[in-house]
Every structure is written in structure tokens, then in C-alpha cells.
């Protein structure tokens, strides 16, 4: 393997062990297709998802990047082809919907944590609500994965009280406890400070260690490079090129790959 | 002066001076009114002009409070004891209390509306103290139909007739749930509505034939003053805050049949003066219900004052609701919270706290507003007056009557405002 191009800011060793792609598919879209109105945002999107992957999205603003995430749940609706989650395939149907989306935890750029409710409360909501799981029961794993995140001591504020970084961890925090087995993340770092994704993309980094599937959109390319093991280019509603990080930064294929590259990574 | 320092440094002090009062001129009220009131030429004119109205308000009405007479038989007795001097006479307020506030409420009977108040405050402590214990809700449910029967009397098993509605419906939501989502909602809304059109009157009938258990009936016209004031007001606030969240909800639905019949129900109503929906209440409803129907007039006022308010609560309510920031809905959704617990547990209690300003508005609006049912011949506290000033005891006697009407609609009003800035403060939790 060649050098990085890019630091990642972390100093820890990263454990490999667990990151094991495996033949099952977790996410199929096959020729799919989305407009807003008469604009067509995602074009003919064909995409295969292993069990175990983690996969880093990347292209320039307004490439549809957010919108082929967003679609994986359901929270925009596709109007062509197909997108099968865990072999439940999304359509109208509201029973498949909710499905799929108790099983694909997802984390947004501004946090989109509940404001009215503490920490431990945003934490436990949708597993007694969704999951029927009891409460006591509900607080107990939402403090194990608080601690994961490393802010157990925050379980009784209120989000309004925690900095930009410890919001986005409690957010997927907030995913983890529904026991997810894909987690989506939409520029999770992009609206931080940088003190602050180094703690979220550490965070990012050991659910990866666990084996768990991703997909994240990120131009934080020193955490493609180091954690995923396939980066996609879209721009203009298309996927312009995938390949492995190494092949991806060193032997961009296409001329859109290289300005993109060029101006991200600052040559 | 120590000798370290005087080396280094020409003057440094090193034992310090106890603190001191401030000079008298720079401290508590001197202070205050010199910076407030006296701080320069303009502002002293200003306090100057100020307390010279003061001063003549206080002639004016001064003496006219203090020479209050407040035992007399008529107004004639009053200007007697007076004899010339001014005076207010509030002994029409002792003398008629009873039917400000009853109107002509049987007199032994007074008890009944007083418990009915005094156990509103119990059922709605829970529900304005959410530290109070919840079993306490139990109560709150309860509630409604214990004070029918209390201010209304007759049969008991009218209201538990009437109660039992609800747990019929609720039996067939949770029979219908096991077998289909939709046939339960469907269920539950059809089953209740059947037993009150088909087997609550020969419930009623039966079991007050076998059990004859109630209190004395007291009829709709023998209600009065402030205690319909209180009855229209409290039904109407309660019913117009749940409704008023249906139709926002409703006006941003995505089902277009469901959006237009909220968008004309609410432009209509708040396009039409109220008075006219009351006068459509005192006249009009009687066609549209079946004949032989004789519909409470206090109940049609009711139900038009709640729907009046209901759709100014819908647009307060949309308010704080476009207020929310959309990725509190994308989160609820990405977590598999369904529309409803989307709504109740995250939705909902966001929005409506943003509209607490707005909520109380429209509650204190519509309290005052049942004053216009004197319009449609309601003895109200206002009609009261008029039929009081009416009698030769009290002809031509305003301002005592106004002025304990006005506190009386003042202690309330001024508690519901006091109330929600008390909820504001404890729900601020953004704490930016
Ligand atoms: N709700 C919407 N209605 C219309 N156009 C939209 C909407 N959301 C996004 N778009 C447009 O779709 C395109 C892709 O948006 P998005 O997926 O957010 O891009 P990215 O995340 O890659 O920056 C953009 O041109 C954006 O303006
Ligand atoms: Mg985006």
C-alpha cells in the first residue's frame, strides 16, 4: 500500500480484525432513479452493499450525495427501480418502511437531537416506543453505548448544554441503542469545529472496529483512507467511479475524480 | 509602610481599608430615584407631569372608594347615608352577590357548583403540575362527568351512560388492534357513537328504574352570572385546545381531503364575527337537529364558542409547529417512530411550547368573549347587571357592578396569564 495522502487526525492504532466484508448484502439499489419536480437528482444508481462493508461517499456539493442516503431509509421516496435493505424491499408499503428503518440508524449533519428531552431520554425514546423494550432495560443500554461514546457523565443534560462534538456523539449514540445493522451517516463532521471531529471521527472509527456496515458521507478523506474499504464518486446525480482508498486517491480514473481530488485534498 | 517595598516601589499600599456603605446619595431608593426618575431636566418634567395625574386620579376616585357604603337595601338607602358627600355604593355587590355569581341558581343547591369548582382545581393540578402524581389523571378523566352531574343533577346514570361511551370504545380498540390496525381506529370511533345513539337511553332508563339514584335536576335557564361564564369558558378551553391541534395537524396533512376540510372549517370560522355563530347557536341549530330534540342552549353555546376558538388554537398552533426545525421530523422518522408518536412525544411537545404565549391569548380571549352570550338572552354576569339595574332597588347603578365583574374576569384571566409565563420559564431548556 502507498502512502496516505492524507493525515487522519487520530493517534491510535487502528484493530483491523473485525473489519470482515462477508458475501451477504446488506443494501441492493439496482436502477434507480429520483426527481424533485422535473429535476433529476440521482441517475440510474446501481449499488451493491456487503454485510460488513464500510463505504465512504464523496463528491462535490449538490452531487446528490445526501439524497442516495437519505433514499436507503425512506426519508425521500425513489420513483424508479429498486432499493432492497436487509431483503425488505422499500416501496409505499408503511409496515416495510418501518422495518427498514428500525434496522438503518442514521446520523445528520446538525445532530438533530431532541431538544425537550435530557441525553438519556433522546437515548431510550425510540426503544420503548418502537422496540417496546422496558424502560429500565432501555436505560441500561442507552448508558452502555453513552459510554462507548465516552460522555456517560452528560446522561441527565439537556442537549442544549453539550458542545457540537459531544451532540454528534450522543446522536449516534441515539442510533446505537436501536441496534442497528447499517448506520448511515450524512456529513457527520461537516457543521464542527475541528477539536471536535477528531472526537466523532474516533467514535466513527470504533463502531467500524466492530464490524459494524457504514455508509458515510465525508470529506474527511484521511478516514476514507484509513477505515473504508471502497470510496464513491458521484457528481451530478451519477456515480462516477468506485474503487478501493488507495487505488481511489493514488489512480482517480476520470477527470471529474482528479479536479475533485485536486481541490479537496489541496494539490 | 513596609520596608520590602519601599525599596522597588514608591507607594504601594499593603493593608487595605475595611469596605464601607456607599455615601447615602449613591445607595437603595435615593440611588434608584436619582438614576430613574431625576436624571435630567427632561425626565424630571416628565416624573413631575406624572405625578401630578397621579395625585389627580387619587382626588378623583380616592374619596369615592373610601366613602364605600357597603350596607344598604337600595340605591336610595345609599345616597341617604351618603348625604351628599361622594361615595361608592357597594352594597348592591352584598346585596346581589349571589346572583352575579349563581344567577338564579336554587339558593340551597350553592354547594353543588362550589364543589365543581373546587374539584376542577384538583382535576387540573395534574395536568398543570406534571411533579403531581399521575394516578391523580385518573381523576381528571373522570371529571367532566362528575361535574354535569353535579351543576346539572338528575339521573346519575345520564353522565355514566355518557362515560361509558368512551370505555366501549377503548374495549374495541384493543379487541379490533389484535386483528387490524385500521378496522381498531375504525372501531373505536363507530362503537361509541353507537351506544350513544342506540343503548345509553334505555340504559339511562332501566337502571334509573331499577337504581333512582341521582341529584336534584336543576334546569339550563336557572344557570347564571359567572357561573355560566365559568361553565362556557372552562368546556370551551378544554375541548378547543385538542380540537385546535386536530385541525393544524389536519391543515398540514398530506391527504388533500383531510387539508381542505381543515383549511375551509378554519378560514370560515374566523372570517364570521362570533356573535353570529351564537345567534346560528340560539336560532338556527334547532333546524338542523331532528325535531322533538330539545338541545341544551348552554351546550350549542358550548359547542360554538369551542369550535370559534378551535380554529384560532389551529392557526397559534401551526405557528409553533412551522417553527420546528424540519430535522426533528427526519429524526423521529430515521429512529421508526410512526406519524402519531412522532407527534405526541416529539412533535408536539416542542411546538405547543413555542405557542404557550399564544395558547393563553386565545383562552383568555374566548373567557372574555362568553360575555357576548348576553346577546342571546344567557343571564351572564353583563345581563345580570342589566336585569339588576332593572329593579327599582338598583336603577341606575354602573360602575360597583362593572368593577366587581371586571375582578372578578381579572383574578382569572391575570392567573392563567401568571400560569403560563410560570410553564415558559420552567420549559426553557435550550439553554442558548
Ligand atoms: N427537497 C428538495 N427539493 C428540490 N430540490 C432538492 C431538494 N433537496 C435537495 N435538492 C437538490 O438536489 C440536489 C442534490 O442535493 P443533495 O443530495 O443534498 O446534495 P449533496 O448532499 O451532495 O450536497 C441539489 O441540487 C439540491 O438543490
Ligand atoms: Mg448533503
Given at each position: 500500500?502507498?502512502?496516505?495522502?492524507?493525515?487522519?487526525?487520530?493517534?491510535?492504532?487502528?484493530?483491523?480484525?473485525?473489519?470482515?466484508?462477508?458475501?451477504?448484502?446488506?443494501?441492493?439499489?439496482?436502477?434507480?432513479?429520483?426527481?424533485?419536480?422535473?429535476?433529476?437528482?440521482?441517475?440510474?444508481?446501481?449499488?451493491?452493499?456487503?454485510?460488513?462493508?464500510?463505504?465512504?461517499?464523496?463528491?462535490?456539493?449538490?452531487?446528490?450525495?445526501?439524497?442516495?442516503?437519505?433514499?436507503?431509509?425512506?426519508?425521500?421516496e425513489h420513483q424508479s427501480g429498486q432499493i432492497i435493505v436487509d431483503g425488505t424491499e422499500l416501496t409505499g408499503d408503511l409496515k416495510n418502511i418501518d422495518k427498514v428503518r428500525s434496522?438503518?440508524?442514521?446520523?445528520?449533519?446538525?445532530?438533530?437531537?431532541?431538544?425537550?428531552?435530557?441525553?438519556?431520554?433522546?437515548?431510550?425514546?425510540?426503544?420503548?416506543?418502537v422496540r417496546k423494550v422496558p424502560k429500565r432495560e432501555a436505560e441500561a443500554t442507552a448508558m452502555h453505548f453513552l459510554e462507548k461514546v465516552k460522555i456517560p457523565e452528560q446522561a441527565n443534560k439537556y442537549p442544549g448544554q453539550l458542545s457540537g462534538g459531544q451532540q454528534q456523539r450522543v446522536a449516534i449514540a441515539r442510533s446505537l441503542c436501536m441496534k442497528p445493522r447499517i448506520m448511515l451517516f450524512d456529513e457527520p463532521t461537516s457543521a464542527l469545529d475541528p477539536e471536535m471531529i477528531k472526537e466523532v471521527l474516533d467514535t466513527m472509527i470504533s463502531l467500524a472496529e466492530e464490524g459494524m456496515t457504514m455508509l458515510c458521507v465525508t470529506h474527511e478523506m484521511g478516514f476514507a483512507q484509513a477505515v473504508a474499504n471502497r470510496v464513491i464518486f458521484m457528481d451530478q446525480g451519477q456515480v462516477v467511479e468506485q474503487n478501493t482508498p488507495s487505488e481511489f486517491f493514488n489512480n482517480p480514473q476520470s477527470e471529474r475524480t482528479k479536479l475533485f481530488l485536486s481541490q479537496i485534498l489541496g494539490h | 509602610m513596609s520596608d520590602t517595598h519601599s525599596n522597588t516601589v514608591a507607594y504601594v499600599r499593603d493593608t487595605m481599608l475595611p469596605q464601607t456603605e456607599p455615601p447615602l446619595t449613591e445607595k437603595g431608593a435615593l440611588k434608584w430615584l436619582r438614576e430613574n426618575l431625576f436624571s435630567g431636566w427632561l425626565n424630571t418634567g416628565l416624573t413631575l407631569i406624572a405625578l401630578f395625574i397621579i395625585w389627580q386620579a387619587l382626588m378623583a376616585v380616592g374619596p369615592w372608594l373610601l366613602n364605600s357604603v357597603w350596607n344598604a337595601g337600595s340605591l336610595r338607602e345609599c345616597r341617604d347615608i351618603l348625604d351628599g358627600a361622594t361615595g361608592a355604593c357597594f352594597a348592591v355587590i352584598v346585596d346581589r352577590w349571589h346572583q352575579l355569581l349563581f344567577g338564579f341558581y336554587p339558593r340551597h343547591l350553592y354547594w353543588r357548583p362550589v364543589l365543581a369548582l373546587v374539584l376542577l382545581f384538583v382535576a387540573l393540578s395534574p395536568v398543570l403540575f406534571p411533579s403531581l402524581p399521575r394516578r391523580l389523571l385518573t381523576f381528571t378523566a373522570i371529571y367532566p362527568f362528575l361535574a354535569y352531574h353535579l351543576l346539572w343533577g338528575?339521573?346519575?346514570?345520564?353522565p355514566i351512560g355518557a362515560a361509558?361511551?368512551?370505555?366501549?370504545?377503548?374495549?374495541?380498540?384493543?379487541?379490533?388492534k389484535r386483528v387490524n390496525n385500521l378496522l381498531a381506529v375504525f372501531g373505536a370511533v363507530l362503537a361509541p357513537v353507537l351506544w350513544w345513539l342506540v343503548l345509553a337511553g334505555p340504559f339511562d332508563s332501566t337502571m334509573s328504574a331499577v337504581l333512582p339514584w341521582g341529584l336534584e335536576f336543576v334546569r339550563s335557564d336557572r344557570f347564571g352570572g359567572f357561573l355560566i361564564s365559568l361553565v362556557i369558558g372552562i368546556s370551551g378551553i378544554s375541548l378547543s385546545l385538542p380540537l385546535g391541534i386536530l385541525l393544524a395537524l389536519g391543515r398540514q396533512s398530506d391527504m388533500i381531503?383531510?387539508?381542505?376540510?381543515?383549511?375551509?372549517?378554519?378560514?370560515?370560522?374566523?372570517?364570521?364575527?362570533l356573535i353570529t355563530l351564537l345567534f346560528t347557536a340560539s336560532l338556527l341549530l334547532n333546524f338542523f337537529l331532528p325535531p322533538g330534540t330539545s338541545f341544551d342552549l348552554i351546550l350549542r353555546v358550548i359547542i360554538m364558542v369551542t369550535l370559534f376558538a378551535s380554529a384560532y388554537?389551529?392557526?397559534?398552533?401551526?405557528?409553533?409547529?412551522?417553527?420546528?426545525?424540519?430535522?426533528?421530523y427526519e429524526a423521529a422518522d430515521a429512529l421508526g417512530l410512526d406519524y402519531w408518536?412522532?407527534?405526541?412525544?416529539?412533535?408536539?411537545?416542542?411546538?405547543?411550547?413555542?405557542?404557550?404565549?399564544?395558547?393563553?391569548?386565545?383562552?383568555?380571549?374566548?373567557?372574555?368573549?362568553?360575555?357576548?352570550?348576553v346577546f342571546i338572552g344567557l343571564l351572564d354576569p353583563i345581563g345580570l347587571s342589566n336585569a339588576i339595574r332593572a329593579s327599582t332597588d338598583w336603577n341606575g347603578i354602573y360602575w360597583e357592578l362593572f368593577i366587581f365583574i371586571g375582578l372578578l374576569f381579572f383574578i382569572f384571566c391575570f392567573g392563567m396569564s401568571r400560569y403560563s409565563l410560570y410553564l415558559e420559564r420552567k420549559l426553557k431548556r435550550d439553554h442558548r
Open positions: 500500500m502507498s502512502d496516505p495522502v492524507v493525515e487522519l487526525p487520530i493517534d491510535r492504532a487502528i484493530d483491523t480484525s473485525q473489519m470482515k466484508v462477508t458475501d451477504e448484502v446488506a443494501i441492493q439499489i439496482s436502477d434507480m432513479n429520483k426527481w424533485y419536480g422535473s429535476f433529476h437528482v440521482l441517475r440510474a444508481i446501481n449499488m451493491t452493499v456487503n454485510r460488513g462493508e464500510r463505504i465512504v461517499i464523496c463528491g462535490p456539493s449538490g452531487s446528490g450525495k445526501s439524497t442516495l442516503i437519505r433514499c436507503i431509509n425512506r426519508l425521500e434496522e438503518v440508524g442514521m446520523v445528520f449533519q446538525h445532530f438533530n437531537l431532541f431538544p425537550h428531552l435530557t441525553i438519556l431520554e433522546n437515548c431510550t425514546l425510540a426503544p420503548i416506543w | 338528575g339521573s346519575v346514570w345520564l361509558l361511551g368512551f370505555v366501549v370504545g377503548a374495549l374495541a380498540y384493543i379487541g379490533l381531503f383531510i387539508k381542505s376540510v381543515c383549511v375551509v372549517f378554519i378560514e370560515f370560522i374566523r372570517g364570521v364575527p388554537m389551529a392557526e397559534v398552533v401551526r405557528g409553533g409547529l412551522a417553527a420546528l426545525p424540519k430535522g426533528q408518536k412522532a407527534q405526541r412525544l416529539i412533535i408536539m411537545p416542542q411546538a405547543l411550547k413555542i405557542s404557550i404565549p399564544g395558547i393563553v391569548n386565545t383562552f383568555i380571549g374566548l373567557f372574555k368573549d362568553t360575555t357576548l352570550v
